[in-house]
T-cell receptor, first 114, second 112 residues
């Protein structure tokens, strides 16, 4: 079974630039999550999708972050404009459904904002 | 402060010893999960324990849950160098107004 795919693996941008991350979840997984993990901290949930609908985006900085999951499969997370404090690893995860199901994580995208 | 907080923040043991990590949380939960993260890699699910369960085992892992104390523990028996990683607890409190929350993690070092 193929795992969660993410690209790119690394990205370096200057502040005020924009960046986009892509995630392809495990086939058949209805729920998709985006997390931000700052060095030395646990992952912080940014947004959760159930199929192509948003379940929870309460911690997404909506003035600069946006995410979509067209057709309920792949997802993109965008930051525009980026700030220095956005430097982190962005993790995508998927699960069969929301609730009591384990999440499968991708390798993450390490973003450095200079 | 966070919903889930692990204790200790860092733990160093010798191979063959047991490692115990604790997690405390604040709200009622649906379930609690433990994940492992090796340096520079994604997270791997270890075990899920539901709010009506008290103990679960998986290989060398033993997880307990005490909902009255709002705490959980992860025990790794007979540790190996390959167990060196960060361990996170994550709480699902969807039915209680709070979604999935990870703690800051415990960094475990197993010395050969």
């Amino acid at each position: 079974e193929a795992g969660v795919a993410q690209s790119p693996r690394y990205k370096i941008i200057e502040k005020r630039q924009s960046v986009a991350f892509w995630c392809n979840p495990i086939s058949g997984h209805a729920t998709l999550y985006w997390y931000q993990q700052i060095l030395g901290q646990g992952p912080k949930l940014l947004i959760q999708f159930q199929n192509n609908g948003v379940v929870d985006d309460s911690q997404l900085p909506k003035d600069r972050f946006s995410a979509e999951r067209l057709k309920g499969v792949d997802s993109t997370l965008k930051i525009q404009p980026a700030k220095l404090e956005d430097s982190a690893v962005y993790l995508c995860a998927s699960s069969l459904a929301a609730g009591s199901y384990e999440q499968y994580f991708g390798p993450g995208t390490r973003l450095t904002v200079t | 402060s966070q919903q889930g907080e692990e204790d200790p923040q860092a733990l160093s043991i010798q191979e063959g010893e047991n490692a115990t990590m604790n997690c405390s949380y604040k709200t009622s939960i649906n379930n609690l999960q433990w994940y492992r993260q090796n340096s520079g890699r994604g997270l791997v699910h270890l075990i899920l324990i539901r709010s009506n369960e008290r103990e679960k085992h998986s290989g060398r892992l033993r997880v307990t849950l005490d909902t009255s104390k709002k705490s959980s523990s992860l025990l790794i028996t007979a540790s190996r160098a390959a167990d060196t990683a960060s361990y996170f607890c994550a709480t699902d409190a969807t039915d209680y107004g709070q979604n999935f929350v990870f703690g800051p993690g415990t960094r475990l070092s197993v010395l050969p």
